[in-house]
C-alpha cells in the first residue's frame, strides 16, 4: 500500500491523521491475501532534521524545526518504517539562495528491506521550472511462480485400452455376492474403487495447464496440424516446380485442419453451454435486452393477467410486481374438517426392486465430465463402462435401499 503525502509547512496534521489511521487499522494494513504487506509513505513531508538533511548546514536545524521533525520520527519508530532515501541526499532547491534540502521522503517498512532495489534521486530527470528532483524507487516484487500441477485429461482417453484394462482387472477380485451388512458394503466399494483408480493412473493422460492451453484442442487437430505442416515444408521444397501436386495437397490439408478448427470451436461452445446450470440463458438475455422502461432495463416482460372475465396487462413494474405477488402467494384456502366417511388415496408403497437395466439406464444419462468427487473418478468412468461395473454396483444399491446403509466415505 502506498500512500503519497504532503504535509503543511506550519503543522503536522497530515503526519497525526496517518499515524490515527494506522494504529485503526493495523491487523488489515499489516496482512495481505497472500502474506504479509508492504507499506510505502513517500511525499514532501516538509521537515528538516540531521537524520537526513546535511548535518553542517545548521541553519535548517531550529528549534521549532527540529521538534517538529522528531514528532514524525516518533511516528514511523512506532510503525516500523524506515528511510528508504540515503541520507544527504538533497530533493528541494529554494528558489531565492538557490541552496539545497531534503524535504522529501521515501519510508518503507522495515520486512520489506530485502525488496528495495535503489532509491535516488534524478537530476536529469527535473522538470522545467520545478524546485524539486524526482525520487525514482525501484522495489523487486518478483514472486515465485506457483508450480503447474498436471491433472488427469478424461477427454483424451483410449477407451477401447480403458475398457480392456478394467476388465482384466476385474477378474482379479471376488465374484460380486449379496451385501448383508454395513462391513461388506464398505469392502465391496473400496476394492471397486481401488480397481478404477488404479486404471485410471495406468490409462488416463495427464495434462500440465500453460498460458497456451486451449481447452478445447482434441488428439484429431493435433494430427491434422502435423500433416498440414509436413506437406507445407515439402511444398517448400518444391518451391522451383510451381505445377508439382504438392501444392494441392497442402492446400487441400490446411482448409481441412480450418474447417476442423473452426467446428471443434464450436462444438466446445455448445457443450459449455449445455453444461450450464440455467437452460434459458438465451431467454434471459432477450429479457434483460428489451428497451427501457420505468427508467430501467424491462428485466420482466408485459404480463397478462386476469380480472374475473377481463383480460388486463401489467406494463408498469409496480403492477408487474403486484400480479407476481398475487400469482406467487395466493391466499390460504380455509381449512375444511377431515370427514371420517371420506375416502382417501391410498399411502404410497416402498419403492421397487433396484434393476440392472435401471442402473444403465441412469448411468448413461450422467452429465459425463462434471468435476469428481474426493475419489476421483469422474461419471465418464461409469458411462463408458456401464456394462462392466453394473454387476458390481448392483448389490450395492440393493443394500442401500433395502437396509438404508451407505458407503461410510
Not at 490515527?20 to 502474506?35: K, M, P, T, V
Not at 514524525?72 to 528508504?84: H, Q
Not at 438475455?285 to 428497451?291: A, D, E, K, N, V
Not at 375444511?336 to 426392486?353: H, T, V
Request: net charge positive; glycine share 4%; with cysteine.
Amino acid at each position: 500500500m502506498i500512500f503519497n503525502i504532503y504535509n503543511n509547512c506550519d503543522n503536522s496534521d497530515t503526519i497525526k491523521l496517518l499515524a490515527n489511521y494506522y494504529r485503526r487499522n493495523q491487523a488489515q494494513l499489516e496482512h495481505a491475501d497472500s502474506g504479509t504487506a508492504n507499506i510505502l509513505w513517500l511525499g514532501n513531508f516538509n521537515h528538516h532534521h540531521p537524520l537526513w538533511d546535511d548535518p553542517n548546514d545548521e541553519r535548517l536545524f531550529t528549534t521549532e524545526a527540529v521538534h517538529a521533525a522528531e514528532e514524525l520520527i516518533e511516528v514511523i519508530a512506532d510503525i516500523g518504517l524506515e528511510l528508504a532515501l540515503p541520507c544527504g541526499t538533497p530533493t528541494h532547491q529554494h528558489n531565492a539562495t538557490k541552496a539545497w534540502s531534503r524535504l522529501d521522503q521515501v519510508f518503507l517498512l522495515e520486512h520489506s528491506d530485502h525488496m528495495l532495489i535503489s532509491c535516488n534521486t534524478r537530476t536529469d530527470l527535473q522538470g522545467i521550472l520545478t524546485d524539486h528532483l524526482p525520487i525514482i524507487t525501484i522495489l523487486d516484487f518478483e514472486m515465485e511462480p506457483a508450480a503447474d500441477t498436471p491433472f488427469t485429461n478424461f477427454r483424451e482417453v483410449n477407451w477401447e485400452e480403458f475398457r480392456l484394462a478394467l476388465e482384466l482387472q476385474m477378474y482379479t477380485l471376488p465374484p460380486p455376492e449379496r451385501i448383508t451388512n454395513q462391513l461388506q458394503l464398505d469392502a465391496t466399494c473400496k476394492e471397486l474403487m481401488a480397481v478404477i483408480q488404479s486404471i485410471i493412473y495406468e490409462q488416463v493422460p495427464t495434462t500440465e495447464i500453460t498460458p497456451k492451453s486451449k481447452h478445447w484442442w482434441t488428439k484429431e487437430l493435433t494430427i491434422l496440424r502435423k500433416q498440414a505442416n509436413k506437406l507445407g515444408r515439402q511444398s517448400y521444397k518444391w518451391k522451383s516446380n510451381p505445377e508439382h501436386t504438392i501444392y494441392t495437397e497442402h492446400k487441400e490439408a490446411a482448409k481441412m485442419y480450418v474447417r476442423m478448427l473452426k467446428t471443434t470451436k464450436q462444438q466446445h461452445w455448445h457443450s459449455w453451454l449445455e453444461r450450464v446450470k440455467d437452460p434459458d440463458i438465451w431467454a434471459i438475455h432477450r429479457l434483460i435486452s428489451l428497451p427501457a422502461s420505468d427508467r430501467g432495463k424491462a428485466r420482466i416482460p408485459a404480463l397478462r393477467y386476469r380480472v374475473g372475465e377481463v383480460d388486463k396487462t401489467a406494463t408498469t413494474n409496480g403492477k408487474k410486481g403486484a400480479v407476481l405477488a398475487k400469482g406467487f402467494f395466493p391466499q390460504k384456502p380455509q381449512m375444511q374438517d377431515i370427514q371420517e366417511d371420506k375416502r382417501y388415496p391410498k399411502m404410497c408403497s416402498k419403492a421397487g426392486k433396484v434393476t440392472k437395466d435401471q442402473i444403465q439406464k441412469h448411468l448413461k444419462r450422467l452429465k459425463p465430465y462434471k468435476a469428481p468427487g474426493p475419489d476421483g473418478i469422474p461419471n465418464i468412468i461409469l458411462t463408458k463402462n456401464t456394462n462392466l461395473l453394473v454387476n458390481r454396483l448392483h448389490p450395492i444399491y440393493v443394500v442401500m435401499l433395502n437396509k438404508n446403509l451407505h458407503y461410510s466415505p
